[in-house]
T-cell receptor, first 111, second 115 residues
Framework: RKEVEQDPGPFNVPEGATVAFNCTYS??????FFWYRQDCRKEPKLLMS???SGNEDGRFTAQLNRASQYISLLIRDSKLSDSATYLC????????????FGTGTRLKVLA | NAGVTQTPKFQVLKTGQSMTLQCAQD?????MYWYRQDPGMGLRLIYY???????DKGEVPNGYNVSRLNKREFSLRLESAAPSQTSVYFC??????????????FGQGTRLTVV
């Protein structure tokens, strides 16, 4: 089993739709979780950290479920500009500084 | 404020050649990382340096060496390049925020082809 697993997609959704991605992780000691966005042939950039209580940033909501060991990302009112690959990142354990990336979920928002 | 700067951006090597990928950050971060990204594989951690003077292996360290030259610079060396090392290489740096979570900033990547 991979340490961090994501559905590679692609998810093709119309503009204005709501879309959700999940990411599962295997190390129950992990404490830090993130969603990164990567545009084609560009470097990954932080979209949002994922906190235990869940957090929201505009149209984006991230949640953590420690019991089931998964994090989720919800995008509401999808825009064409949201088309990208979304990478789930989990720190291996706690305080290890080893950040493990999922393979990414590709999103295409269609006009 | 340049963030994380990687050089070169593109490189073609012949099998068996050596080269060093350079990375520098100007954000005074303690931690630095080297990742490689291959189609369908996501980013895989090669080596990381939690702080100046320390380096540790990541998921795929074989065939690579690193040097944390100072707090700003973290280089990745391929001693004898192989076609399997054809990839996009990303350097990153991070720091711990008060919340305990960190944000990693990435360089623009080095596209390496080994023929």
């Amino acid at each position: 089993r991979k340490e961090v697993e994501q559905d590679p997609g692609p998810f093709n959704v119309p503009e204005g739709a709501t879309v959700a991605f999940n990411c599962t992780y295997s190390n129950s000691a992990s404490q830090s979780f993130f969603w990164y966005r990567q545009d084609c042939r560009k470097e990954p950039k932080l979209l949002m950290s994922v906190y235990s209580s869940g957090n929201e940033d505009g149209r984006f909501t991230a949640q953590l479920n420690r019991a089931s060991q998964y994090i989720s990302l919800l995008i509401r009112d999808s825009k064409l500009s949201d088309s990208a690959t979304y990478l789930c990142v989990v720190e291996r354990g706690s305080g290890t500084y080893k950040y493990i990336f999922g393979t990414g979920t590709r999103l295409k928002v269609l006009a | 404020n340049a963030g994380v700067t990687q050089t070169p951006k593109f490189q073609v090597l012949k099998t068996g050649q050596s080269m060093t990928l350079q990375c520098a950050q100007d954000m005074n971060h303690n931690s630095m990382y080297w990742y490689r990204q291959d189609p369908g594989m996501g980013l895989r951690l090669i080596y990381y340096s939690a702080s100046e003077g320390t380096t540790d292996k990541g998921e795929v360290p074989n065939g690579y060496n690193v040097s944390r030259l100072n707090k700003r610079e973290f280089s990745l060396r391929l001693e004898s390049a192989a076609p399997s090392q054809t990839s996009v290489y990303f350097c990153a740096s991070s720091e711990i925020h008060g919340s305990g979570n960190t944000e990693a900033f990435f360089g623009q990547g080095t596209r390496l082809t080994v023929v």
